[in-house]
């Protein structure tokens, strides 16, 4: 009973991890599990807490701890609501002498800290460990030390592995049905992580002004003063391991840009910035590996920027869960 009970948390668990990579490096979301990193709502959130942030539907109400962004902040705040007005929300926190100094708007609150018997739901200083890990790669090594336990324990739980005495190095596995299940989420996993950090759905805002300089852009959500009815050169970096480069890729983009040219670390984009005054539009940018024909992928592209990387994840880690139940097999 407690091993299925623990099997059973494991999983949610798990699923709680994907849940926070795929809204947070893909959507820019902060929903999952966060690191607080500040005094500001102790002693109910210390400083390397692993925090839990769910979506908010319906409105806030006074006291409930919510997750927001104003424009002109790079990353969310974590604070407590305890003020409502006409035009916003004041928040606080608790540990702060005074509340946040600007009134939040309600469309600036992207989720909430839920909460039991009072208690945000939190693991503690686990989020120091994640700090010495974080990048790409210590990601993808710590879901495959996460996945790695959980099938093995699934694996010698069931008494699927036996060990044959009088044959050396030779594993009988009744069940490799299960270990290529573990591969499949496992390697499904890892591809999310890897390349989600190229896919790019944001706002761009451009002020075009009379005699701003011709320069290139870095790629940011603000690019500043630009000259008017111009094509701006914006440069975004591809910041992948060498191996990866040695892959296919291909560059998918919104039909607002014009790809100018590509290295093995930058890509340049043309946008125009079309007559004076203030402009927003909404783009998308995503760089995958070309493990599908390119008008397979713009299509998907065309449809949701998030599904040629889920649809290129299953394809990949569908051929590796084969690949392990063929070996399994012959290991029986």
């Given at each position: ?61 006074p006291h409930e701890i919510v997750a927001y962004k104003p424009p002109f902040l790079n990353f969310y705040v974590v604070h407590e609501v305890i003020n409502v007005t006409k035009n916003g929300y004041i928040t606080k926190g608790i ?12 469309s600036w609150i992207k989720g909430f800290v839920p909460e039991i018997f009072g208690h945000p739901i939190v693991i503690p200083y686990v989020g120091y460990l994640i700090t010495q890990i974080r990048g790409t790669l210590g990601y ?193």
């Amino acid at each position: 009973m407690f091993k299925i009970i623990g099997i059973f948390l494991a999983s949610i668990f798990l699923l709680s991890v994907l849940f926070s990579v795929v809204s947070q490096f893909i959507f820019h979301l902060p929903y999952g599990w966060n690191i607080e990193a500040t005094n500001s709502m102790y002693p109910l959130l210390k400083p390397g807490d692993l925090i839990f942030i769910l979506p908010l539907i319906g409105k806030p109400y006074p006291h409930e701890i919510v997750a927001y962004k104003p424009p002109f902040l790079n990353f969310y705040v974590v604070h407590e609501v305890i003020n409502v007005t006409k035009n916003g929300y004041i928040t606080k926190g608790i540990n702060n002498p005074t509340p946040d100094p600007w009134i939040v708007k309600p469309s600036w609150i992207k989720g909430f800290v839920p909460e039991i018997f009072g208690h945000p739901i939190v693991i503690p200083y686990v989020g120091y460990l994640i700090t010495q890990i974080r990048g790409t790669l210590g990601y993808i090594v710590a879901f495959i030390l996460l996945f790695a336990i959980y099938g093995i324990s699934e694996i010698y739980d069931r008494n699927q592995i036996v060990i044959k005495p009088r044959r050396r190095n030779r594993m009988e596995i009744v069940d490799p049905k299960s270990m290529a299940l573990v591969f499949l989420v496992l390697s499904f996993t890892a591809f999310m992580i890897l390349f989600s950090p190229h896919i790019i759905y944001t706002t761009l805002m451009w002020n075009s002004v009379q005699h701003a300089p011709f320069i290139s852009k870095q790629f940011s959500n603000n690019l500043g003063a630009v000259p008017p009815n111009s094509m701006v050169p914006i440069t975004l970096s591809f910041n992948y391991h060498p191996f990866l480069l040695k892959l296919p890729l291909i560059i998918l983009y919104s039909s607002s840009l014009k790809l100018q040219h590509y290295s093995l670390m930058n890509v340049t984009f043309l946008l125009y910035t079309s007559s004076p005054g203030l402009h927003s539009e909404t783009i998308s940018i995503e760089i995958l590996p070309e493990f599908l024909p390119a008008i397979i992928l713009y299509f998907l592209f065309s449809i949701n920027p998030i599904l040629p990387l889920v649809v290129e994840s299953i394809e990949v880690s569908i051929v590796i869960s084969i690949i392990v139940y063929v070996i399994m097999r012959k290991l029986t």
